[in-house]
C-alpha cells in the first residue's frame, strides 16, 4: 500500500504538488474545470495541515518552449477562486528563477503558489537534469496526485522522487482503489466495455480484461475492424488495417478461455457528414459499401443494456460511436444511461467516455469517473505507472 498526505507531517513543509491542470481552454477562458476541482481535496488538505504548497502541472504541448495561450496563469486565478484564498503565480518562461525560488522561500504556513507550465521546459517530458534537480531543490516534500499523468517518466511526475520524500495525494489513492478494486476484487458479473476508434490502442488492454472480467462489449470505430476479421463487408467505415488479424485472434482467444465478446448486431450508417446525409440501420454483415458505420444500432442497444442490467462491476473505456454528433450519439448516451440506472460499481475509464456521461448529465452518478484518459488504459492494461511507482510504500 502506498504512502498518503495522511501519513506524514505536513506542518511548515514546503510540499511540491504535482496536479493535473491540463484543462481544455478558448480565448483564455477555462471550459470546462473538472480536473482543477478534482484536486481540491488534496490542495486543500495541505492547506489546512498548515503545509507551504508549491503547486505544479503542464498544460498541452508548448514542446519545450514558452507560449503564452499555454500558460497556467488562468488556472491560478479559478484555482483562487474555488479556494477561496489567493494563489501566487509568476508567469515564468523558465518555469524556475530567482523570483520564483523567493516566492517559494517567502511562503507560510497555508499560503498557496503554482509555477508555471511544466513543459515549458524541454527536459520535462524526458525526466532530464537540471530542470528535475531545479524543481526538487524548491520543496521538502513531493505529493504526485496526478493520475492523468502518472503514465509519463517525466520530472514534475516521478523525476523528483529521486530527490525527495514521495506519497500521493486523495485523487491518485482515489483512482487507484477504484480501477485497482475493480480489476482484482470485482463483484460477479465483471463487464468490460470497449470503444473508441482503434483496436490497436485496446489490443493489450482487452487481452488483460480477458483474464479478468466475464463479458467484453464493444462498439465505436474498433467494431469494424472486428467486422473486417469476421470477413463482413464495412463499406467506408473507419478501420485499424493493421489490427484485422489481431482482432481476429482475440475473438478465438475470448471464445478459449470462456469470456464472451459482444459485438454490435446492427449499425446505424451514413453515406457523409452533410446536413441531408442518408442515416439508415443495417444489420451487421449488411453494411453496403458506399455508407459508413458512425453508432450501434438499436437491436445492440437493447442487447448492451440487457447485458449491463445483469453487472455488479463495470469499466467503461470509450465510446459506441461519434456521439460528438447529435444524429450518432443514441448508442453512447444509452450505454451511458443504463451504467447510471445500474446497481454496479461504475468505472469510466476517463478521456471520450468521461466527456460522454458529463455531456448526458451523468457524470454524478457513475461511481467513480477517471481524470486520466491514457493513464487509467495503461492501468487495465496492467502496466506500471511511474508516476505510482515512485510513491514510497507503506
Known sequence: MKKTVRDVELKGKKVLCRCDFNVPMKDGEITDDFRIVSSLPTVKYLIEQGARVILMSHMGKPKGEPKPELSLGPVAL????????EVKFISCPTVISDGVREM?????????????????????????????????????????????????????????????????????EKEVKFLGDALDKPERPFVAIMGGAKVGDKIPVIENLMKKVDTIIIGGGMTYTFFKAKGYEIGKSILDSDSIELSGEL???????????????????????????????????????????????PKTIALYEEEIAKAKTIVWNGPMGVF????????????????????????????????????????????????????????LEGKVLPGIACIEEK
Open 324 to 379: 460528438e454528433n447529435p444524429k450518432f450519439e443514441a448508442g453512447t448516451k444509452a450505454v451511458a444511461q443504463a451504467l447510471a440506472d445500474s446497481d454496479a460499481v461504475t468505472v469510466i475509464g476517463g478521456g471520450d467516455s468521461a466527456a460522454a456521461v458529463e455531456q448526458f448529465g451523468l457524470k454524478d452518478r457513475m461511481t467513480h469517473v477517471s481524470t486520466g484518459g491514457g493513464a487509467s488504459m495503461e492501468f
Open 104 to 172: 517559494a522561500e517567502g511562503l507560510s504556513d497555508g499560503e498557496v503558489m503554482l509555477l508555471e507550465n511544466t513543459r515549458y521546459r524541454a527536459e520535462e517530458t524526458k525526466s532530464e537534469e537540471p530542470f528535475t534537480g531545479e524543481l526538487a531543490s524548491l520543496g521538502e516534500l513531493f505529493v504526485n496526485d496526478a493520475f492523468g499523468t502518472a503514465h509519463r517518466d517525466h520530472s514534475s511526475t516521478a523525476g523528483i522522487a529521486r530527490y525527495l520524500p514521495t506519497v500521493s495525494g486523495f485523487l491518485i
Open 251 to 297: 475473438l478465438r482467444k475470448a471464445e478459449a478461455a470462456g469470456v464472451k465478446i459482444m459485438l454490435p448486431v446492427d449499425t446505424l450508417c451514413t453515406d457523409d457528414f452533410s446536413e441531408n446525409n442518408v442515416i439508415e440501420v443495417y444489420d451487421a454483415d449488411k453494411i453496403p459499401a458506399e455508407l459508413m458505420g458512425m453508432d450501434i444500432g
Open 78 to 85: 479559478r484555482l483562487a477562486e474555488l479556494l477561496g484564498q
